[in-house]
């Protein structure tokens, strides 16, 4: 047995607060870091003054060779919802811990009920949904408006943790729906319940019953208004895997993003599509982004888009207004407006076709997706130049790039995935980056041809000779 001096460990008061874990070095009424006011509260740590005892003990299991230890109890069980097995990369794994954040009203509740039945009626096990901010009979009425009613599913509305324990116990689940993890309590631990001391102590608790009886456990987590996870930051390092549930409330469309997968790719993205009767998965999304025109309309442009490892055909609109005195809008929806700011600058300097500082540019995308990667500047440029000198682009074509300051075209990332997905489509040329073309893309897909344009100037003269060859 090793062995340090011995300490005594002197009390003293200090001050946190229980909203965001900050530390002030006395008390006040409001928060500096978050703003919360009465969060503030006074507790009682202990600090060693020397050094501490460390003793060697025996372990409960031995260390054993890597080749003779089993992968088998890690495997994944699928939970019958196509899009979240393919971002949890499978399905979930017994004793594993998720933790899916979104903003209120998105469907998270929802879709993890339709996931419960179905790991219920498949998995031969039991599932415990635990809500603490509904009642039963409420989430009984959106279980049968889903169709989500099965013998194997339990409900439970409880605030305690101890007796969500209690439930474990008496149901002995295979699956365990916490909704939320904000709302339940440790008795015995400071703070309110969705402060920092209660949510480390309530999920570190599941964690370790989920580690100990091999139950999968899904954690519903509240968003901050910037759109992070909502608690302390070492909450996300607790769990296996911390997905993000989003989506527009105007918008049918829903993403599941995966964040952290310590079973899978952490870049995967879910497609569903929220209904009236419920939410299903969409393994073809591509369609919900293109507008089918009977005959090709000035003003817009497609591209392809990169969410995560998925190639999504997406197309962009614009619409160039009149002069105005003064400042001209620049109005965006599902597209950055710092980038379409830089585009019309580069369009206007660099081609010297269009005159754009004095008029009205509005620019979306189709279908509620947003475009935040530099891939689509291409796109955007093409959409804007063909609503301002009233040129449709054939139907057919689609264009992949970044735009650079000089009015060059930038090389991207995941060219040839992005092109096999838009032939699959239909579409017939593309306009990539130089060193994009057969060469660096391992060879053109089939039925497609490949243009490769070094500036913006290039892009437009055979952007105008595909849609006249189209004519």
């Known amino acids: 047995m090793t062995t340090s001096r011995s300490s005594a460990k002197a009390p003293r008061t200090a001050y946190v607060c229980d909203a965001c874990g900050h530390q002030p070095p006395k008390w006040v009424g409001r928060c500096s870091e978050c703003g919360e006011w009465g969060s503030v509260i006074e507790s009682t740590v202990t600090v060693p003054v020397s050094g501490r005892v460390v003793s060697s003990r025996m372990p409960a299991e031995p260390a054993r060779p890597i080749a003779q230890i089993s992968a088998a109890p890690a495997r994944a069980v699928a939970t019958g919802v196509g899009e979240l097995d393919r971002v949890l990369g499978g399905g979930l794994v017994p004793g594993a811990v998720v933790l899916l954040a979104g903003e209120p009203g998105v469907g998270k509740s929802t879709l993890l009920l339709d996931v419960a039945q179905q790991w219920a009626a498949g998995a031969g096990t039991p599932s415990l949904v635990v809500s603490g901010e509904e009642s039963v009979s409420q989430v009984r009425l959106r279980a049968e408006r889903l169709g989500a009613l099965h013998e194997k599913l339990y409900l439970a509305s409880e605030n305690d943790l101890g007796t969500v324990i209690g439930h474990l116990d008496a149901v002995r689940p295979g699956l365990l729906v916490l909704d939320s993890v904000q709302t339940v309590s440790a008795p015995g631990t400071e703070g309110v319940p969705g402060g920092v001391t209660q949510v ?37 390092h607790l769990v296996d895997v911390v997905l993000h549930f989003e989506g527009d409330k105007h918008s049918s469309l829903r993403l599941v993003r995966g964040v952290k997968n310590r079973f899978g790719a952490a870049d995967e993205v879910g497609c569903f599509e929220m209904h009236e009767g419920g939410i299903t998965s969409l393994p073809d999304p591509s369609g919900l982004f293109l507008t089918r025109y009977l005959e090709p309309v000035p003003g817009t442009c497609v591209t392809v888009a990169m969410e995560g490892r998925r190639a999504l055909v997406t197309e962009v609109q614009a619409l160039i207004g009149a002069e105005v005195q003064g400042s001209p809008r620049r109005t965006v929806s599902g597209l950055d407006s710092a980038r379409l700011a830089m585009v019309l600058a580069v369009l206007e300097r660099r081609t010297k076709q269009l005159k754009l500082y004095n008029r009205e540019v509005f620019a979306a995308t189709v279908g509620g997706i947003r475009l935040t990667e530099p891939s689509a500047d ?26 650079g300051l000089t009015g060059e075209i930038r090389r991207v990332g995941a060219v040839g995935r992005r092109l096999s997905e ?26 497609m041809e490949i243009v490769e344009v070094g500036n913006l100037q290039a892009a437009l003269q055979s952007a105008a000779r595909a849609s006249a060859a189209a004519q």
Not at 211 to 236: M, N, S
Not at 424 to 441: I, Q, S, Y
């Open 200 to 236: 480390r102590a309530v999920t570190a608790a599941l964690v370790a019953i989920a580690k100990e009886r091999g139950i999968a456990t899904v954690l519903v987590g509240h968003v901050t208004k910037d759109g992070q996870v909502a608690g302390p930051r070492v909450l996300e």
């Open 378 to 403: 291409l796109a955007m440029a093409l959409a804007v130049a063909s609503g301002g000198l009233d040129l449709a682009m054939a139907p057919h074509l689609v264009a992949i790039g970044e735009v």
């Open 422 to 447: 838009a032939a699959r489509l239909g579409f017939k040329v593309a306009l990539v980056p130089p060193g994009c073309g057969p060469d660096g893309t391992g060879g053109a897909p089939k039925g």
